[in-house]
């Protein structure tokens, strides 16, 4: 028997294990990814790796000089992100307030933070707070039509921070991000954000969809504003979207509704921390609006 014939007959070889680790760390890419709102080819470009490379990574295959440095750090008894540098490794007190916070609730991270931000002044004036109302969501929750109307109603100006960010940039947000890329646009959104802080006393802030995954800025808006998580379910976002003409950033994924959850799945942690959510799905403009009008006058004590 030939070696070509007895290779044809032995037994495939066993699919080799993914590493656990792998498969983790390509989940959080993947979250990473969506939270961003971004396509896998968009990342494959902006991080100059081919998309095939990244697919890899998702996936949990191949990367082996991962696993390498986490055996490194194992055997360093640290962790992994204290050999990479991370900022919470940086000095003793760095660590000893990680452990401290390592174990603990969501609410009791919650009050930990909010507590910070009181401690550090970043919280602002209070009942300037309460009356700056920002109004968070995916494209498509109603921010825009739902926001002047609440506007209109508590007497207050109404902003659409995108169309703010645009005028600071000079361009419009697409061409924000093709020219000057992700960080460049951050920017110019912490740049509006601060703006309308510092020049509104009382406002209606109708805020971009992805503002959330700046942690920097999401803090702001959640130290200097009531927000209000306006949700809908996938379906209805992607009608919503679709009815007005624009698809970003589904439209160069012929997998736009699994795009669209991944993304609002991505986000939602974030998008929960607001102060009051409003589910729109299931509800006309009008309906909408009367949930959000009582929800708000309610919160602030004001007559419904």
């Known amino acids: ?34 939270r961003q709102g971004m396509t896998r080819r968009a990342v494959a470009l902006a991080a100059e790796v081919s998309e095939r490379h990244l697919a890899n990574l998702e996936y949990g295959t191949g990367n082996v000089s991962v ?11 640290c962790s992994l992100a204290e050999l990479l540098g991370d900022v919470t490794t940086t000095s003793p007190e760095w ?9 603990r609730s969501e609410a009791d991270l919650r009050r930990a933070r909010v507590q910070l931000s009181e401690m550090f002044g970043e919280g602002g004036n209070a009942q300037e707070r309460k009356n700056r109302i920002a109004l968070i969501g995916l494209r498509g929750a109603g ?4 926001g002047q ?17 645009e005028q600071f940039a000079g361009c419009q947000i ?33 805020t971009p969809g992805g503002l ?36 970003r950033p589904m439209a160069a994924s012929r997998e736009a509704m699994e795009d669209l959850k991944r993304i609002l799945e991505g986000r939602s942690a974030f998008y929960s921390k607001a102060d009051l959510a409003i589910n729109t799905s299931g509800r006309s403009e009008d309906q909408a609006f009367e949930a959000l009008r009582t929800s708000v006058r309610q919160h602030l004590t004001l007559p419904v």
């Not at 921010?143 to 739902?146: A, E």
């Not at 703006?195 to 209606?204: D, K, L, N, R």
């Not at 702001?220 to 007005?244: E, K, N």
């Open 174 to 206: 697409s061409e924000i991000h093709n020219l000057y890329g992700a960080n460049a646009y951050r920017r110019y959104e912490r740049r509006a954000l601060e703006e309308a802080i510092q020049i509104y006393p009382e406002v209606v802030i109708a």
């Open 1 to 34: 028997m030939s070696s070509q014939e007895s290779a044809l007959m032995a037994p495939p070889e066993p699919e080799t294990k993914r590493s656990p680790f792998l498969e983790a760390l390509g989940e959080r890419v993947r979250t990473l990814r969506s």
């Open 149 to 165: 109307r609440l506007a209109d109603d508590m007497g207050f100006p109404f902003i659409e921070l995108s169309r703010e960010i």
């Open 212 to 247: 959330v995954s700046d942690s920097a800025n999401f803090n702001l808006l959640l130290s200097h504003c009531t927000t209000v998580w306006l949700q809908a379910d996938a379906a209805d976002h992607m009608g919503r979207v679709a009815a007005q003409g624009d698809m």
């Open 143 to 146: 921010k825009t039509s739902l």
């Open 67 to 77: 696993l390498v440095l986490l055996q490194v750090a194992s055997a360093l008894q």
């Open 95 to 103: 660590l000893l307030i990680r452990e401290l916070l390592s174990k």
